[in-house]
Nanobody
Framework: QVQLVESGGGLVQAGGSLRLSCAAS????????MGWYRQAPGKQRELVAT???????NYTDSVKGRFTISRDNAKNTVYLQMNSLQPEDTAVYYC??????????WGQGTQVTVSS
């Protein structure tokens, strides 16, 4: 059974930085795609950033230039470096991993709160 374990959330002031980590385990295969999504209170879950095994990345417009997604394929771990955080970045951040044949897994979520 695949498990995604997230860490790194917390409370930070506007303009600050946080780094999220997510380690995938339980499969002999590496995820084809790993990514981060977020869900703010009263809103739908939205894509933040994704990275494929070859390193190509994709970001939602609101985080471009501030967030950086990376992965360590040897450790099946994905990271999200978040700089210049703003109150509107406050949300629960979820790690996602997509394996071959479309098997899709989610982490438990980690809270990121940015105070103004």
């Amino acid at each position: 059974q695949v498990q995604l374990v997230e860490s790194g959330g917390g409370l930070v002031q506007a303009g600050g930085s946080l780094r999220l980590s997510c380690a995938a385990s339980g499969s002999i295969f590496s995820p084809n795609v790993m990514g981060w999504y977020r869900q703010a209170p009263g809103k739908q879950r939205e894509l933040v950033a994704t990275i494929i095994s070859g390193g190509i990345t994709n970001y939602t417009d609101s985080v471009k230039g501030r967030f950086t997604i990376s992965r360590d394929n040897a450790k099946n771990t994905v990271y999200l470096q978040m700089n210049s955080l703003q109150p509107e970045d406050t949300a629960v951040y979820y790690c996602n991993a997509v394996y071959r044949y479309g098997f899709n897994y989610w982490g438990q979520g980690t809270q990121v709160t940015v105070s103004s």
